[in-house]
């Protein structure tokens, strides 16, 4: 998979399959997406590659009170990926950025305490209020869903 900034100046591949995908309804994902929620795709970090430009970084606490490094285009300023200092083997790639974005398809919703009015969630979905104690029903849901046609 391939993917980067709206203006071009930065561009990553992706060589590893994603460990899962999902929406995330927080008041930081809100504001980071000027939307209702933020989608993540978490990827190995090794097979996480920045192929042209150099993104600018800027860290913040998340909702959970851990420590987030934001990447984003310096020229555009598109959020490309996260890399939460708790797990530093995984990158949380920003999926609108892919090139092909048809497939995306989360396979959870978290943080549905801080949900806009509006937003409506399919009932066929994982649902936290919060951040989930662990993502290995997330990743269990994303390779059930998983098809490799889509990479």
């Not at 399959?17 to 927080?26: E, K, N």
């Not at 989360?106 to 305490?113: I, Y």
Request: charged content about 15%.
């Amino acid at each position: 998979m391939t993917g980067g900034c709206q203006c071009g100046a930065i561009k990553y591949e992706i060589n590893s399959m994603p460990l899962t995908l999902y929406a995330c309804h927080c008041t930081e994902c809100q504001k980071q997406s000027s939307s209702g929620f933020g989608m993540s795709m978490p990827v190995p970090k090794t097979g996480f590659k920045i192929m042209s430009g150099a993104p600018k970084y800027w860290s913040r606490t998340s909702n959970s009170g851990r420590t987030v490094n934001c990447a984003f285009c310096p020229e555009c300023g598109t959020r490309l990926f996260h890399q939460p200092l708790r797990n530093k083997e995984v990158v949380n790639v920003k999926p609108g950025t892919l090139d092909k974005t048809k497939w995306i398809n989360p396979v959870a919703h978290l943080w549905l305490s801080s949900t806009q009015t509006g937003v409506v969630i399919p009932e066929s979905k994982l649902y936290f209020q919060k951040q989930p104690d662990s993502f290995e029903p997330l990743y269990q849901a994303w390779l059930n869903q998983y098809e490799p046609s889509h990479t």
